[in-house]
């Protein structure tokens, strides 16, 4: 299985965790996928040991397959090379990272993204981000 198959396939199963598929007209619901599938990425290429722009592609083509506009990508990068990364960011990138982690032992999901959802939904506004 190739590096983006692997991440669909968490991303769907994450997904199919949640109670309803997110909003993707939502500003906040746009913005937890976002930084989830980050933390996701993320470890994925730092385990590989790709660089920046490898990591950028998955991660993009990820959002795509999930349907996040590419706004949001560009967003969430370039907030990330700006070291502009709030808390309750940065508490959604770890929590996309761990539940990616453990994937291979729980290919059922861990809920992660369920997880962020019921404590963030309501947190962020466009006018908070670059």
Not at 7 to 31: C, G, V
Request: hydrophobic fraction near 35%.
């Amino acid at each position: 299985m190739t590096i983006i198959d692997t991440l669909k396939q968490w991303a769907d199963t994450e997904m199919r965790l949640l109670d309803q598929r997110p909003d993707l007209n939502n500003y906040s619901h746009s913005i937890i996928l976002s930084w989830y599938f980050f933390g996701s990425c993320d470890i994925c290429t730092q385990a590989m040991d790709l660089d920046d722009n490898e990591f950028q592609y998955f991660y993009k083509k990820l959002l795509t397959y999930i349907g996040v506009s590419n706004e949001h990508a560009e967003r969430t990068i370039t907030s990330w090379m700006l070291d502009k990364i709030s808390e309750e960011e940065y508490f959604i990138i770890n929590q996309g990272a761990h539940g990616f982690k453990d994937f291979e032992k729980k290919p059922d999901g861990v809920g992660g993204l369920k997880f962020c959802f019921s404590e963030l939904s309501d947190k962020f506004s466009p006018k908070e981000k670059i």
